[in-house]
């Protein structure tokens, strides 16, 4: 067959080497060949090593990523959609110990891939605290969503986590707090949350503050339950909308250790949509055992988000006050 004919029939580059459009030039390219785990062209070994433990990073490549004098360029890890999640985090977690972020992930093609992902931290950890320098001057949360598999059916639960915000250094912005002293919350005051429904929870609260929320979206689950292909990409920007999460939302997204690639990408995509782009990441030991969730939670709106927070504020301000301070 000639070659003209071999262009006729198809032509080109083969799809598998299409970079996604958003993904830079001189990022890496981690990938399968067959049975082989390749950075670019060079061969670092069989595929199958990434599920040895994939909590910890794989050495060859994340020497070959270590030895690029382009690694600050970042990483594509185009990998088929279905590989399971820990193959992908496994290199995730690898190319952030080299060096070689920010990272892309997903499969060659015309459709840009998640990212790019830098996995940087959104709050301080405070285990000391002077009152003049870092007290509480609001509230904020975390959102951390999880991507479940048993018996062949995937879902996606989330929970938002209920922090402190306090002063930030040298008059900066305001950041979320961890591990804060209770002598932060002198001072703490319900008038400082906007939101009037959670500043009327937070003036009738009192009792012992809960600070992880179940989220349940319009329908009772935050995404439908899944059996085949996930269908969540779609349904994630309005159950996040109708719960008033801010695209500025701090997020983690974590995923059991089979769940195929391409669900957790469709994950990854709903919240881009949604205005989050650059989440934590982190993996979730191998079958949690648990059956897919009934959809019956009963956190639906902005304003169940809002008189929960209230609540969890007004909570930790009475669970910290002096007896000569309680009204």
Same mark, same amino acid.
């Given at each position: ?34 049975? &082989?785990? %390749? !950075?670019?062209?060079? *061969?670092? $070994?069989?595929?199958? /090593?990434?599920?040895?433990? +994939?909590?910890?990073?794989? #050495? ?29 985090? &496994?290199? %995730? !977690?690898?190319?952030? *110990?080299? $060096?070689?972020?920010? /990272?892309?992930?997903?499969? +060659?093609?015309?459709?840009? #891939? ?27 949360h975390r959102l951390t969503f999880e991507t ?18 306090? #002063? ?48 349940g979206g319009p329908a009772g689950c935050i ?56 989440p934590q990441i982190g993996l979730l030991n ?42």
């Amino acid at each position: 067959m000639t070659l003209l004919a071999l262009l006729a029939c198809g032509g080109g580059a083969p799809p598998e080497r299409v970079r996604p459009p958003n993904v830079a030039t001189a990022a890496a390219h981690v990938h399968y060949s067959g049975n &082989a785990l %390749l !950075l670019d062209d060079r *061969e670092l $070994g069989p595929s199958r /090593a990434l599920l040895d433990d +994939p909590t910890r990073s794989h #050495a060859p490549l994340k020497e070959a990523l270590s030895g690029r004098s382009d690694r600050e360029a970042g990483v594509w890890i185009g990998l088929p959609t279905n590989a399971t999640w820990s193959e992908a985090r &496994a290199v %995730l !977690l690898t190319a952030g *110990e080299a $060096g070689a972020m920010p /990272a892309w992930i997903g499969p +060659p093609g015309d459709a840009p #891939a998640t990212g790019p992902l830098t996995n940087s931290t959104s709050t301080r950890t405070l285990v000391s605290c002077d009152p003049e320098g870092v007290p509480v001057v609001g509230m904020g949360h975390r959102l951390t969503f999880e991507t479940q598999m048993h018996a062949g059916t995937r879902w996606v639960s989330a929970t938002l986590r209920f922090l402190p915000r306090v #002063a930030g250094e040298d008059g900066g912005e305001p950041v979320l707090a961890e591990l804060l002293p209770e002598s932060c919350w002198r001072g703490a005051a319900c008038a400082q949350l906007a939101d009037a429904t959670a500043r009327e929870a937070c003036e009738a609260a009192s009792g012992a503050p809960v600070s992880r929320l179940p989220l349940g979206g319009p329908a009772g689950c935050i995404a439908p339950v899944a059996k085949g292909e996930a269908q969540w990409r779609a349904a994630l920007p309005a159950s996040l909308t109708a719960l008033g999460i801010e695209p500025t939302t701090p997020t983690m997204v974590m995923a059991d250790e089979p769940v195929p690639l391409g669900d957790v990408l469709q994950l990854l995509g709903g919240l881009a949509d949604h205005g989050i782009t650059d989440p934590q990441i982190g993996l979730l030991n191998m079958g949690s055992g648990e059956p897919e969730p009934t959809c019956d939670l009963p956190v639906r709106t902005a304003a169940d988000v809002a008189k929960a927070a209230g609540t969890w504020y007004g909570a930790m301000i009475a669970r910290t006050r002096t007896p000569e301070e309680t009204p």
